[in-house]
């Protein structure tokens, strides 16, 4: 495989929410069905792989960022689940400085709330493209098209619903989706492993053509072909509705929104889908600006062949192995035993150690290229 060809199957992304919209229940599942994990971790009995600070076992909430890398339909998602609670959103400021793309979760019943602003104000200063996770589908009060509309009333977005829920609070089956055109069901049995598609049932046939043909409007301004056969009331294909998507939402243009319970084990898939689909790769986002060490304004694009620019944007120690600092590699490579030229000391600093992190499991590495 080419050296683009495996950067653009690299998804560099968050998780970002209110606190309690269970947006670690949605990374937990995210890394149950990639396989990462093989047991559902769960927030409320402290058993939450990414929360794994005693003081977040304890409180059940996230107090610092977690990283991870799972892999999707062969493609590497590095993954970070950042705190909801406003006292750590420094964690969550650290996190966007160094991510391609990010996933927000929103509480189905309470909507979006004012952390919710926050993160996203936050994402809008990085400019970080991003999906929208209406979650806890399975609640009381969980409303969908309310979560849709405070998105562009509360945030100054514009939702491009790509889902469609079947139910409510108890009588949340599963969704539609609108670019397949198909019913998807969880399988509770096997946890939700197993997705049954089948045709949209004749009582939501006209909700879903509605929705379509809204969500078709939207792209009609993004991709000529969707615009002609919009225009000629000609069928658009899912290829076609998928790229005219993702171009939206690499210009920022849409934020493309599903919805689900991931308690219950239902619409994480078509998230996990929309993750690869949707949000970008390092060879999508803009070369990265920064100065050599004589002063000179340069400018570095996702290469391995270029040279070493990265980016420290957390620091923490370690028990076992002392001072470890969290990296993004933007251009590149990175290997034990270099020697790199640290501005901020104004001296170089030997590479001791290079670790893949899960939570807070280390697996050692050799090398680390750019777009990680």
Known sequence: ?????????????????????????????????????????????????????????????????????????DCKINLIDTPGHVDFTVEVER??????????????????????????RQA???????????????????????CVEQISSKLHAVPAPTVIPVGAADSFAGVIDLVEEQYLQFDEASLGQEIVGTPVPDTFRAETS??????????????????????????????????????????????????????KNKGVQPLLDAIVDYLPSPLDVPP??????QGHALQRRADSKEKLAALVFKLQTDPYVGSMAYMRVYSGQLKIGDKV???????????????????????????????E
């Open 95 to 120: 996190s966007l400085r160094v991510l391609d793309g990010a996933v927000a979760v929103f509480c189905g019943v309470g909507g979006v709330e004012p952390q919710s602003e926050t993160v996203w």
């Open 210 to 263: 509605a929705a379509r043909l809204t969500l078709l409007e939207k792209l009609a301004d993004f991709d000529e072909d969707v615009m002609n056969k919009f225009l000629d009331d000609t069928y658009v294909t899912p290829q076609e509705m998928r790229r005219a998507l993702r171009k939206a939402t690499l210009e920022r243009a849409l934020v493309p929104v599903l919805c689900g319970s991931a308690f």
């Open 341 to 371: 030229f640290n501005p901020g000391k104004k001296k170089q600093e030997k590479i001791a150690k290079i670790f893949r992190l899960h939570a807070n499991k280390r697996e050692e590495i050799n090398s680390v290229e750019a777009g």
């Open 1 to 73: 495989m080419s050296v683009e060809k495996a950067l653009s199957m690299v998804r560099n992304i968050g998780i970002m929410a209110h606190i309690d919209a269970g947006k670690t229940t949605t990374t937990e599942r995210i890394l149950y069905y990639t396989g990462k994990s093989h047991k559902m971790g769960e927030v409320h009995d402290g058993t939450a792989v990414m929360d794994w600070m005693e003081q977040e076992q304890e409180r059940g909430i996230t107090i610092t960022a977690a990283a991870t890398t799972c892999y999707w339909r």
């Open 288 to 293: 990265v600006d920064g100065v050599d060490a």
């Open 124 to 146: 809008d200063r990085y400019h970080t493209p991003r999906i929208a996770f209406v979650n806890k589908m399975d609640r009381v009060g969980a409303d969908y098209w309310r």
